[in-house]
């Protein structure tokens, strides 16, 4: 028999935040893209979110928040993102990183979630 097995979401991703959806912003993922939940992502100089690039030179290569929910923004701009930007705990199995991300840059991104007030957590 085939085992099953079931997709991430968003019970797997985020382990707190704060009440009244204090700890989530609505905002526009830039064209391009097709990014699913847990996705670490970072602002274009647009303001809008893009995956995290960490070999970038702009904001780019900051880390703002991670995403709540897949968004597909592969043909125009969603600005239907939920982000989870401020006073959260997120479960570090459950983040998307970019494929080539080292061990000192993925330290420095967390650092930066941190600051925003989003929490990683091992064991979460």
Known sequence: MAALREPMNLGDL????????????????AAGQNLTLGT????????KLVALDTTA?????VAVGVLAFDIDATLIDRADAILIA???????????W???????????????????GVLVRQAA
């Open 14 to 29: 985020l382990k707190y935040e704060a009440p009244n959806l204090y700890s989530r912003d609505v905002a526009t993922v």
């Open 40 to 47: 670490v992502v970072a602002r274009d100089a647009t303001d």
């Open 86 to 96: 401020r006073h959260a705990i997120v479960a570090s199995h459950a983040l998307t």
């Open 98 to 116: 970019p494929a080539a991300i080292t061990a000192e840059e993925q330290t420095i991104a967390i650092n930066q979630l941190t600051a925003a």
């Open 57 to 61: 030179v702009d904001s780019a290569a």
